[in-house]
């Protein structure tokens, strides 16, 4: 697939002349279906009635504890359901992230949707088939070998008068009362109808028109507007000691309220801007306001404050090796701390009573917001129902669950429902941040050029400190605040894709963490998680290594990977963006502009998804660098939907090429500062490259996550591809034009 800018833009314009921005003032949110009791629901996972429901039209409901992101997975479980069930398509709806109807499946994260949730509604499915294949076999009075599954029908093949049975006769109302069978036969590759094409979205054309119901839009009656005040530490990982001295609510609007409890300070009001207002007027005195250390600290503090190594892989003898080598380099990599920048900004409605509450929500878990919740609200768990709705995409952890904590507690402070819509600087300042990493490699090779060491050592806080049942309130800025609790963070995430897939005989790969209240920046997992930054270091290197020992970067690659899956992204991408040895690849630097195509490679988690991508650059001393084509070879095993699949690639390049090129929280001693798009800036529509997918299905593999793995291979393709072009090694992201003048000055 070729998407061109022209192309691109093209099609912007038409959406954008038919959007509109009328909508419901009120729209109703409907969470659950009135008959979800009379079909036996049960969240017991082994039971069949945990996944699946059918009616008396043989309407199949789908429940799926993984949520629809705006990545189009809704789409392709109900495409693994009907397939698996032999219904159509549009005989099935879903029902997602809803703590009384969907089982826990944990969170939507790690690009594990299709791979993980998808193969568990497989199971269910080919389960529910089996039984209904049986029921309808008995029911007809035939023999199994003469009946089939037929869109919805149990049918007797040989039967000229088509007799048959629905499933909404078999079982419709009425529980399915049976175990999912673990060692059912599904379905086989060759009979799929629908597993393996575009269904269509049936959710883009409501957002495209603006109709879609988000949470957003959901109001309650007699709910509030609440609008939080902050100490003046934005985004700071210490809040756990802040306190108030004093408030002045003297110059409070009227129709403004205060409440607070402990430091955790908002104002409610019954419209949105009211209780804006209310905020910017109010006048707290804050005590015990941590200082962060600053910008160029920031690399020191990480090697400073890291733990021992925690090593993932260690092979050889690495330090004998790295002495014998007749060559040793030695390279620092460094990954700023970056952000979710989500278009709109996270939203949540909470109604808290004595006896329990309801909170709906754009979290990425519903069962684990709801755990740190009966914390931060001191309710028993089983009395808080936390329901999914789509809010602003994210690939990470944002301010969703926060916004939820803060219309919770309020909720409960105030005794009515309440609506808490953050701002722009609410969510760059206060959203968990993708950490910032350092990365130290050193490399051996031989006088013909053999790499015979490889050892990499990276500091990096958690990337994972999410609320669920262990970090609690604590992972909640409401907790944080109202109850002074220092966050809480295992070790996650940082070491992502910083073992090898390449076949070395000497390696080590260690990791050094920080605790998570020694973060600069409250810490936690951001798209592809510490793969990005440990990718790009990996990756860069590799390219060093191969100009060192004078062999183009994509034959020293295959020469130490032996995995078929592997080399064959390699190959794909290569082919396809027709790759060309050093120093073929490049035009002449002439001390002012020059083009470049670099390369990477990614084994996603070194077990899920293989990217290739092959990226070429404008690079110029007035323009700095311009990714001017892409070229992506993806392989994640049986392709549910390829239009989708294309959706998320196109997505991960973008954000990549941004991640790369652009973005990097700004902050000083007290918080963040990047607090609006021009501070933190999204690649522009006349930005985009050329953009070309080359999709390697392997219907023979399961389906593995997509969202994620591409977006880590595009930072080191392109420093690699600028280094092509001048000659000159960028190692800090991100590849800033003052960035790269100063590298040409050094040269």
Known sequence: MRLSRRRFLGGSAVLLLGFSLQRPVAAQILPAPSDAASLGKTLDERQLDAWLAVDAQGQVTVYSGKVELGTGVSTALRQIVAEELCVAFAATRLIQGDTRLTPDQGITAGSKSLQVGGAQ???????????LFLEGSRRLGLDLAVVDTVDGRVVYRGDPTGR??????????RPLGRLVNQAVRTRAVKDYRLVGTSVPREDIPAKLFGTFDYVHDLRLPGMLQGCVVRPPCTGSARLAGVSIRGLDASALPAGAQLVYEGAFVAVLAEQPWLARQG??????????VPDMPLPGELYGHLEAKGGPADVQQEVGDVEQELQNAAQRLTAEYRWPYQNHDSIGPSCAVADVRADGATVWSGTQGVYQLRAALAELLRLPE???????????????HNGADDAAADAALLSKLCGRPVRVQWSRADEHGWNPKGPAMLMRLAGGLSAAGDLLAWRFANWTPTHLTRPNGQTGAAALLAGQLAYNLPLKGGRGGGNRNAPLDYDLVNVQVATHWLEAGDSPLRPSALRALGAVGNTFANESFMDE???AAGVDPLEFRLRYLQDPRARAVLQAATAKAGWQPAPARKSAWDGTSATGQGLAFLHYENENAYVAAVVEVAVSRPAGIRVTRVVVAHDCGLIVNPDGLRNQLEGCVVQGIARTLKQAVQYDHQGV??????????????ELPELELELLDRPGEPSVGAGEATTAAIP?????AVAAATGVRLREVPLTRARLLAALADS
């Open 121 to 131: 509604l497989r199971k269910a499915a080919a389960s529910a088939r089996q039984f």
């Open 673 to 686: 500062t990047s607090l609006e798009w021009g501070a933190y800036p999204p690649l522009t529509f006349s």
């Open 716 to 720: 080191a393709a392109i420093a690699n």
């Open 545 to 547: 290594l191969a100009l």
């Open 382 to 396: 089983d009395s808080i129902h936390v329901i999914y709705q789509q809010a602003s995409g994210c690939y990470g």
């Open 164 to 173: 048959f049975v629905s499933y909404g006769e078999l079982v419709g109302g």
């Open 279 to 288: 905020a910017a007027a109010l006048r707290v005195d804050w005590s015990l």
